[in-house]
């Protein structure tokens, strides 16, 4: 699991950002409506990560709060639907108001989100409801939603999960990352290698 990510921003596109930290440059799927809340191209950022695997490839998106992060994870645990609808429902609406919609089933809220329509509304609603009354109560008690907050900690990411961002970065499909680096691990422990010595070993495996 790659917790967060930190380095300098080299890039700011119209829907991911470009990090790079440890010599390999990461582009991640960012809110758009966040981008003010970062530094200037060559600053250093720090951005809660979310990594997904799916069949047609990988999907890295980013925070700039654990908070943020909580939340998307909320969404996608509501049946059908997919992490861009969820990333879309954040981008139009802020944590605060995303909460409020919920707690007030505000269908009409919800729906201005492209991609979101009465009866997912209804389904969000309905499956959120009791999670974001947990969530929202915790928040206050520690004194509220801080929407770009930082925290120290960050989590040094692995050398399998550098490997495998990196492999798709070079536009190797997933079947493809996964064929070789099972074909790795078989001959060591992958644990107990650097990022380079994981990258070397499977692009000779292509």
């Given at each position: 699991m790659i917790y967060s990510i930190k380095g300098i921003l080299l890039e700011k596109q119209k829907e991911f950002i470009v990090v790079e930290a440890g010599q390999?440059?990461?582009?991640?799927?960012?809110?758009?409506?966040?981008?003010?809340?970062?530094?200037?191209?060559?600053?250093?950022?720090?951005?809660?990560?979310?990594?997904?695997?799916?069949?047609?490839?990988?999907?890295?998106?980013?925070?700039l709060s654990t908070e943020d992060k909580k939340i998307f994870n909320t969404l996608l645990a509501v049946p059908s639907l997919g992490p861009k609808t969820a990333y879309n429902i954040m981008n139009v609406l802020p944590v605060e108001k995303l909460i409020e919609a919920i707690l007030k089933e505000d269908e009409k809220c919800l729906t201005q989100v492209s991609g979101v329509g009465g009866k997912t509304a209804k389904r969000i609603i309905l499956e959120l409801k009791d999670k974001i009354s947990k969530m929202s109560q915790s928040a206050k008690d520690k004194g509220g939603f801080t929407a770009g907050a930082q925290?120290?900690?960050?989590?040094?990411?692995?050398?399998?999960?550098?490997?495998?961002?990196?492999?798709?970065?070079?536009?190797?499909?997933?079947?493809?990352?996964?064929?070789?680096?099972?074909?790795?691990?078989?001959?060591?422990?992958?644990?107990?290698?650097?990022?380079?010595?994981?990258?070397?070993?499977?692009?000779?495996?292509?």
């Open positions: 390999i440059a990461y582009e991640i799927i960012f809110l758009t409506s966040a981008y003010g809340r970062l530094p200037e191209i060559g600053g250093e950022v720090a951005i809660y990560t979310q990594f997904l695997v799916r069949e047609d490839g990988y999907l890295l998106f980013g925070f925290s120290s900690g960050f989590a040094c990411l692995d050398s399998l999960s550098e490997a495998r961002l990196a492999l798709g970065a070079l536009g190797f499909a997933y079947a493809e990352i996964e064929r070789m680096l099972a074909a790795i691990s078989k001959e060591l422990d992958i644990s107990s290698v650097t990022t380079e010595e994981i990258l070397k070993m499977a692009l000779k495996k292509r």
